[in-house]
């Protein structure tokens, strides 16, 4: 049986008490060495944009390098798998997006657990939207739907799995009870481009990709699924405004670090990406992603991202979504 090291003329609560102000010393010292940031998605997207801006930061608020690895790949699984796996101390840091709240649900093995993970801060987000070619006569989401209860409709995203199709999924056939028929694309951008060539009907996704068209007129914002409109496109009226009150999806950009991580330590992550979202040259290049920034101290962050994991779990689920793998 191990024992405590005998200390002369400290007696046994004077020790326990010594034991409490050693044991911290680590997380005071925080960070102590560069931090990897893992963002689980490929370079270029609004991620690894959020990542990029936050980490040129970080190193002058912490005093350390930060080091930034993509490593896209099984819906932002593959980055995940490697922080949860990482020394908890801080030193590691994931960033990712609304896939941490949603894989739980859609994956049987993921390679990691939901709760090995925990969020240290989530930085910004972008709600989800339907979008249709000018050429399409409904002129909002509610006609969008009368439209599909007719006969079906067409419509594409990023593919099955992604949050904007499971966000789309939920409203036209629980909630709105429309015909629609998914057309999967190996990305955005490739949906996008069918619509612009009015090949398909509409088109769910995050706003942030389609602002430019928006804004241009190439394209019509009928829907978003947020509960107020967005400032970068005025124009598009969320889902209330067309009798589908109470419909929240989103997605948003995170960082977290492994669930063992001392308290202190994700404090101190939390406050100074906090810090940093606050600059106004840094909510400049969030707004390029058409991302709304998000602040809230630990228990806050941790409170939104419970109840953004219970809310994709149960879409998922009422879908029969899981995926076997």
Request: aromatic content about 8%.
């Amino acid at each position: 049986m191990s024992h405590f090291p005998f200390v002369p003329g400290i007696s046994a609560v004077a020790l326990a008490g010594l034991l409490v102000h050693i044991q911290p010393v680590a997380a005071q010292q925080y960070p102590s060495q560069s931090i990897t940031i893992i963002v689980a998605a490929a370079a270029g997207g609004f991620a690894d944009g959020v990542a990029r801006a936050v980490g040129e930061r970080l190193n002058e608020k912490l005093g350390q390098s930060i080091v930034i690895e993509n490593r896209g790949g099984a819906a932002g699984n593959l980055g995940a798998r490697a922080v949860a796996a990482s020394k908890p101390d801080g030193h590691t840091v994931l960033v990712s997006t609304t896939a941490m709240a949603i894989n739980g649900s859609l994956y049987k093995n993921m390679g990691y657990r939901t709760a090995d993970i925990t969020p240290a801060a989530i930085v910004g987000s972008a709600p989800e939207s339907i979008v249709v070619n000018p050429a399409n006569p409904a002129k909002n989401l509610r006609e969008f739907i009368e439209a599909a209860r007719k006969k079906p409709v067409e419509y594409g995203s990023a593919g099955v799995g992604s949050g904007s199709f499971i966000a789309a999924e939920y409203l036209f056939k629980v909630v709105a009870k429309a015909q629609t028929v998914h057309v999967p694309f190996p990305g955005g951008a490739p949906a996008v481009t069918a619509l612009l060539g009015n090949h398909i009907q509409a088109v769910a996704a995050t706003v942030s990709p389609m602002v430019t068209h928006i804004q241009s007129g190439k394209l019509r914002g009928i829907g978003l699924a947020s509960a107020k409109r967005h400032p970068v496109v005025p124009g598009v009226p969320t889902y209330g405004e067309s009798g589908i009150p109470d419909f929240y999806a989103a997605s948003w950009v995170g960082f977290f670090v492994p669930s063992k991580t001392d308290a202190k330590v994700v404090a101190r992550l939390n406050s100074a990406i906090n810090e940093i979202i606050r600059e106004a040259a840094v909510q400049d290049r969030l707004k390029r992603f058409a991302l709304e920034p998000m602040y809230g101290n630990p228990a806050e962050t941790a409170a939104f991202f419970k109840s953004e994991v219970g809310r994709w779990g149960k879409m998922v689920t009422t879908l029969g979504m899981p995926i076997d793998k």
